[in-house]
């Protein structure tokens, strides 16, 4: 065609206010809340987050209908041992583990397969702002998934006590904040090494399958390891354990052997591979979004 043909394709320039970075992150943090809880996607995606967070926390709502309906077996009840905050913690672990697993393969994964990563570099964020948004995104959900039976808990037994409410909260209030710090524990550990795995997965079920399965087999085998008395430094390999060792040193209690316990190390070593997993983690994941771009 010799001459010139302009198509109007109705293209309207943004008139609104530019929100800049701020606004980009906090976008990018939205979206990653509703990616973590499968809000505003297919019914199927909702499934596993919400059926997870209602497994956490039921036990410690039967266990605040139970005392309330006991009635006089609720101080008993209060100090069980299986519905102490430690002990709790050996249940909501385990489901925790299992969320940031499929959490943290659904915030990496797809946006780098489906090549969304080049419309994130068209914004105004860097390497560091994306993983930083979609950790906080991540840590928001499980921090609260980790907590909220706690002070469930927490609360449920002041209620049923028979200190009455406001002297049982004013006499266990390190309680909480206790209970917060184990569960941030606890979430740096596995959301470290769930996003190294998503960084280098193609699919989201097999990068759950993969943290899943090396986490849960670390236990066993490092156990293996130290028990025949010559590799206990194996101990530190123990992914899972790191976590509740620190937390039951945390909290005071002692409620079951941990492997790098067993293994001859305390806790504060237990405590550096939790932040040493941290650091090399950010670093192996944001080296590689860097060379994706």
Same mark, same amino acid.
């Given at each position: ?15 609104? /206010? ?24 297919? *019914? ?8 997870? $967070?209602?497994?956490?926390?039921? %036990? ?29 913690? /050996?249940?909501?672990?385990?489901? @925790?583990?299992? #969320? ?23 914004? %105004? $964020?860097?390497? =560091?702002?994306?993983?930083?948004? +979609? ?6 959900? &499980? ?7 706690? $002070?469930?808990?927490? #609360? ?7 200190? @009455?409410? @406001? ?9 909480? !904040? ?18 190294? &795995? ?15 399965? =090396? ?7 490092? /156990? *293996? $390891? ?31 052997? !941990?492997?790098?316990? /067993?293994? @001859? ?25 860097? +060379?994706?771009?």
């Amino acid at each position: 065609m010799p001459e010139g043909v302009v198509f109007d394709l109705g293209y309207a320039p943004h008139e609104g /206010e530019r929100l800049g970075r701020a606004g980009a992150l906090r976008a990018l943090y939205r979206d990653g809340l509703r990616k973590v809880l499968g809000l505003r996607r297919r *019914a199927r995606s909702k499934v596993f987050p919400w059926m997870l $967070l209602a497994t956490a926390v039921l %036990p410690a709502l039967f266990f605040i209908a139970f005392g309330i309906l006991a009635g006089t077996l609720a101080e008993n009840l209060a100090e069980a041992t299986f519905f102490s905050h430690s002990r709790y913690f /050996e249940m909501t672990g385990v489901i @925790g583990l299992i #969320f940031v697993a499929l959490a943290s393969s659904e915030l990496l994964v797809p946006d780098r397969v489906h090549g969304v990563m080049a419309v994130y570099a068209s914004r %105004p $964020l860097s390497t =560091v702002d994306y993983l930083a948004g +979609r950790a906080a995104s991540l840590g928001t959900v &499980v921090f609260a998934f980790m907590e909220i039976p706690h $002070l469930v808990l927490f #609360f449920g037994r002041a209620w049923v006590g028979d200190d @009455g409410f @406001g002297s049982y909260v004013v006499d266990n209030v390190a309680v909480l !904040w206790k209970t917060s710090l184990a569960s941030l524990l606890y979430f740096v550990m596995y959301a470290a090494l769930g996003f190294v &795995v998503a960084a280098f997965a193609s699919r989201p079920a097999i990068a759950a399958g993969v943290l899943v399965g =090396v986490v849960s087999i670390s236990g066993p085998a490092t /156990e *293996a $390891l130290v028990s025949t008395g010559t590799f206990r430094v194996a101990g530190l390999l123990a992914l899972q354990h790191h976590p509740g060792y620190v937390k039951d040193w945390i909290m005071g209690d002692d409620v079951r052997r !941990w492997i790098p316990e /067993e293994a @001859g190390f305390d806790p504060a070593a237990s405590l550096a591979i939790i932040v040493a997993v941290a650091v090399v983690s950010a670093a192996v994941v944001v080296r590689r979004y860097r +060379r994706l771009q």
